[in-house]
Protein backbone atom coordinates (compact mmCIF):
# COMPACT_ATOMS: atom_id res chain seq x y z
CA UNK A 1 0.00 0.00 0.00
CA UNK A 2 1.78 3.62 -0.79
CA UNK A 3 1.45 6.33 1.23
CA UNK A 4 -0.55 8.84 -1.11
CA UNK A 5 -3.18 6.07 -0.87
CA UNK A 6 -3.57 7.05 2.82
CA UNK A 7 -2.31 10.23 3.41
CA UNK A 8 -4.04 13.10 4.19
CA UNK A 9 -4.00 15.68 0.76
CA UNK A 10 -3.66 19.54 1.13
CA UNK A 11 -2.70 19.26 4.55
CA UNK A 12 -2.90 22.12 7.08
CA UNK A 13 0.27 24.33 6.86
CA UNK A 14 1.58 27.49 9.42
CA UNK A 15 4.14 29.89 8.10
CA UNK A 16 7.41 30.35 10.56
CA UNK A 17 6.09 33.57 11.13
CA UNK A 18 3.01 31.91 12.72
CA UNK A 19 2.27 32.81 16.15
CA UNK A 20 1.80 29.90 18.72
CA UNK A 21 -1.71 31.14 18.95
CA UNK A 22 -2.30 30.56 15.80
CA UNK A 23 -1.05 27.09 15.37
CA UNK A 24 -3.04 25.74 18.26
CA UNK A 25 -6.03 27.32 17.43
CA UNK A 26 -5.45 25.58 14.12
CA UNK A 27 -4.72 22.19 15.60
CA UNK A 28 -7.77 22.57 17.89
CA UNK A 29 -10.13 23.91 15.11
CA UNK A 30 -9.57 20.75 12.61
CA UNK A 31 -8.79 18.33 15.22
CA UNK A 32 -5.21 17.76 14.36
CA UNK A 33 -2.15 17.48 16.21
CA UNK A 34 0.67 18.38 13.58
CA UNK A 35 1.38 21.22 11.24
CA UNK A 36 4.28 20.93 8.61
CA UNK A 37 5.66 24.72 8.75
CA UNK A 38 6.21 25.59 5.44
CA UNK A 39 7.86 28.95 3.79
CA UNK A 40 7.71 30.03 0.33
CA UNK A 41 6.42 27.05 -0.64
CA UNK A 42 9.72 25.27 1.14
CA UNK A 43 8.96 22.62 4.22
CA UNK A 44 11.41 24.18 7.24
CA UNK A 45 9.94 22.67 9.65
CA UNK A 46 7.06 20.82 11.75
CA UNK A 47 4.82 21.74 15.26
CA UNK A 48 2.99 19.72 16.88
CA UNK A 49 0.46 20.56 19.58
CA UNK A 50 2.77 18.76 22.01
CA UNK A 51 5.59 21.57 21.39
CA UNK A 52 3.60 24.53 21.70
CA UNK A 53 2.29 23.06 25.01
CA UNK A 54 5.98 22.08 26.36
CA UNK A 55 6.82 25.40 25.59
CA UNK A 56 4.04 27.57 27.51
CA UNK A 57 5.22 28.47 31.05
CA UNK A 58 3.34 26.80 33.49
CA UNK A 59 -0.19 27.85 34.81
CA UNK A 60 1.58 27.63 38.34
CA UNK A 61 3.84 30.19 37.69
CA UNK A 62 2.35 32.34 35.41
CA UNK A 63 -1.52 34.28 35.37
CA UNK A 64 -3.19 32.97 32.19
CA UNK A 65 -3.25 36.36 30.44
CA UNK A 66 0.36 36.22 30.56
CA UNK A 67 0.26 32.53 29.44
CA UNK A 68 -1.70 33.76 26.22
CA UNK A 69 0.65 36.39 25.87
CA UNK A 70 3.17 34.49 25.14
CA UNK A 71 1.30 32.52 22.58
CA UNK A 72 0.38 35.58 20.80
CA UNK A 73 3.83 37.06 20.65
CA UNK A 74 5.89 33.95 20.11
CA UNK A 75 6.37 32.62 16.59
CA UNK A 76 6.21 29.16 15.06
CA UNK A 77 9.98 28.92 14.30
CA UNK A 78 10.99 29.81 18.12
CA UNK A 79 9.93 25.84 18.99
CA UNK A 80 9.52 23.81 15.20
CA UNK A 81 11.36 21.24 14.89
CA UNK A 82 13.68 22.05 11.80
CA UNK A 83 15.19 18.73 11.20
CA UNK A 84 12.01 16.86 9.45
CA UNK A 85 11.66 13.27 8.59
CA UNK A 86 9.35 13.56 5.09
CA UNK A 87 8.52 10.92 2.99
CA UNK A 88 7.59 10.43 -0.61
CA UNK A 89 3.88 9.66 -2.00
CA UNK A 90 5.35 6.51 -3.64
CA UNK A 91 6.83 5.30 -0.70
CA UNK A 92 5.19 2.40 1.04
CA UNK A 93 3.50 2.52 4.49
CA UNK A 94 5.18 0.16 5.69
CA UNK A 95 8.61 2.18 5.42
CA UNK A 96 6.60 5.16 6.67
CA UNK A 97 5.64 2.76 9.77
CA UNK A 98 9.40 1.71 10.33
CA UNK A 99 10.82 5.41 9.77
CA UNK A 100 8.00 6.77 12.13
CA UNK A 101 8.85 4.25 14.87
CA UNK A 102 12.50 4.28 14.40
CA UNK A 103 12.49 8.26 14.84
CA UNK A 104 9.38 7.94 17.40
CA UNK A 105 6.87 10.52 15.61
CA UNK A 106 3.78 11.15 15.34
CA UNK A 107 3.54 12.15 11.64
CA UNK A 108 5.65 12.57 8.68
CA UNK A 109 5.14 14.96 5.65
CA UNK A 110 4.75 14.05 2.14
CA UNK A 111 6.57 15.64 -0.19
CA UNK A 112 7.49 15.45 -3.86
CA UNK A 113 11.05 15.70 -5.76
CA UNK A 114 11.38 19.44 -4.89
CA UNK A 115 10.18 18.75 -1.28
CA UNK A 116 6.57 20.83 -2.02
CA UNK A 117 4.42 19.22 0.82
CA UNK A 118 1.70 17.10 -0.77
CA UNK A 119 0.07 16.01 2.01
CA UNK A 120 0.54 14.01 5.61
CA UNK A 121 0.49 10.68 6.75
CA UNK A 122 -0.15 10.54 11.02
CA UNK A 123 0.31 7.46 12.85
CA UNK A 124 -3.54 7.06 12.96
CA UNK A 125 -3.46 6.70 8.52
CA UNK A 126 -0.91 3.92 9.02
CA UNK A 127 -2.99 2.48 12.01
CA UNK A 128 -6.21 2.69 9.75
CA UNK A 129 -3.92 0.95 6.79
CA UNK A 130 -3.10 -1.72 8.95
CA UNK A 131 -6.20 -2.74 10.38
CA UNK A 132 -8.08 -2.76 6.67
CA UNK A 133 -5.17 -5.20 5.79
CA UNK A 134 -5.51 -7.44 8.83
CA UNK A 135 -9.06 -7.75 9.43
CA UNK A 136 -10.95 -6.87 5.72
CA UNK A 137 -14.57 -5.35 6.75
CA UNK A 138 -16.67 -8.17 4.92
CA UNK A 139 -17.46 -11.26 7.27
CA UNK A 140 -14.64 -13.52 7.36
CA UNK A 141 -12.40 -16.04 9.50
CA UNK A 142 -9.39 -15.89 10.67
CA UNK A 143 -6.93 -18.61 10.42
CA UNK A 144 -3.47 -19.20 11.61
CA UNK A 145 -1.55 -21.95 9.11
CA UNK A 146 1.83 -23.41 10.56
CA UNK A 147 4.23 -23.68 7.39
CA UNK A 148 7.19 -25.70 7.20
CA UNK A 149 10.19 -23.74 6.63
CA UNK A 150 10.53 -24.93 3.00
CA UNK A 151 9.27 -23.92 -0.68
CA UNK A 152 5.59 -24.21 -1.83
CA UNK A 153 4.55 -24.68 1.85
CA UNK A 154 2.35 -21.37 1.27
CA UNK A 155 1.63 -22.28 -2.20
CA UNK A 156 0.50 -25.73 -1.08
CA UNK A 157 -1.74 -24.33 1.65
CA UNK A 158 -3.67 -21.56 -1.02
CA UNK A 159 -4.61 -24.43 -3.21
CA UNK A 160 -6.36 -26.39 -0.51
CA UNK A 161 -8.45 -23.46 0.72
CA UNK A 162 -9.11 -21.94 -3.06
CA UNK A 163 -9.00 -25.09 -5.82
CA UNK A 164 -9.99 -27.87 -3.20
CA UNK A 165 -12.65 -25.65 -0.89
CA UNK A 166 -13.36 -23.13 -3.24
CA UNK A 167 -13.36 -20.35 -0.88
CA UNK A 168 -12.07 -17.04 -1.32
CA UNK A 169 -8.67 -15.37 0.82
CA UNK A 170 -9.58 -11.90 1.79
CA UNK A 171 -6.15 -11.27 2.80
CA UNK A 172 -3.23 -12.84 3.84
CA UNK A 173 0.32 -11.88 5.83
CA UNK A 174 2.75 -13.88 7.13
CA UNK A 175 5.54 -12.15 9.40
CA UNK A 176 8.92 -12.74 9.75
CA UNK A 177 10.13 -15.72 11.20
CA UNK A 178 13.91 -17.57 12.15
CA UNK A 179 15.08 -19.53 9.03
CA UNK A 180 14.85 -22.94 9.73
CA UNK A 181 11.50 -22.84 12.07
CA UNK A 182 8.04 -22.62 11.70
CA UNK A 183 6.04 -19.59 10.24
CA UNK A 184 2.70 -18.77 10.93
CA UNK A 185 0.45 -17.68 7.79
CA UNK A 186 -2.61 -15.48 9.33
CA UNK A 187 -5.65 -15.98 6.69
CA UNK A 188 -8.89 -14.37 6.62
CA UNK A 189 -11.11 -16.71 4.96
CA UNK A 190 -14.87 -15.43 3.14
CA UNK A 191 -17.06 -17.65 5.12
CA UNK A 192 -17.95 -17.70 8.93
CA UNK A 193 -17.53 -21.07 9.25
CA UNK A 194 -14.44 -22.28 8.17
CA UNK A 195 -14.08 -25.69 9.80
CA UNK A 196 -14.51 -27.89 6.62
CA UNK A 197 -11.47 -25.78 5.17
CA UNK A 198 -9.99 -26.14 8.46
CA UNK A 199 -10.67 -30.02 8.00
CA UNK A 200 -9.36 -30.54 4.23
CA UNK A 201 -5.57 -28.23 5.68
CA UNK A 202 -5.24 -30.76 8.41
CA UNK A 203 -6.27 -33.51 6.33
CA UNK A 204 -3.07 -32.18 3.85
CA UNK A 205 -0.67 -32.03 6.78
CA UNK A 206 -1.21 -28.11 8.32
CA UNK A 207 -1.34 -27.59 11.14
CA UNK A 208 -4.73 -24.87 11.58
CA UNK A 209 -6.14 -22.45 14.41
CA UNK A 210 -9.51 -20.88 14.48
CA UNK A 211 -9.12 -17.69 15.42
CA UNK A 212 -5.48 -18.83 16.60
CA UNK A 213 -2.92 -21.65 16.56
CA UNK A 214 -3.00 -20.46 20.28
CA UNK A 215 -6.74 -20.40 21.03
CA UNK A 216 -9.26 -22.36 19.07
CA UNK A 217 -12.87 -22.45 18.90
CA UNK A 218 -13.02 -25.80 18.45
CA UNK A 219 -11.29 -26.91 21.52
CA UNK A 220 -13.81 -23.97 23.27
CA UNK A 221 -11.84 -21.19 23.71
CA UNK A 222 -12.82 -17.56 23.42
CA UNK A 223 -11.78 -15.78 20.23
Known sequence: MLVKKRMTHDPV??????????????????????LPVVDEGELVGMVSDRDVRT?????????DDERMAFLERTP?????????????PLDTV???????????????PVVDAH????????????????????GP????????????DRAGELARAMRVIGEERGVNVC???????????????????????????????EAAGFEVGWPSLETDLRAGGAA
Do not use: C, Q, W, Y
Not at 13 to 34: G, K, N, Q
Not at 94 to 108: Q, S, T
Open 13 to 34: VVSPRHSLADALRLTRERRIRH
Open 55 to 63: ALPSPLTVP
Open 76 to 88: VSAVMRAEVATIG
Open 94 to 108: EDAAKLMRRRRIGAL
Open 115 to 134: GAVLGILSESDVLDAFVEIL
Open 137 to 148: ANASSRLEIALA
Open 171 to 201: SLMVPPGTPGEARVAIVHVNTIDPRETIGAL
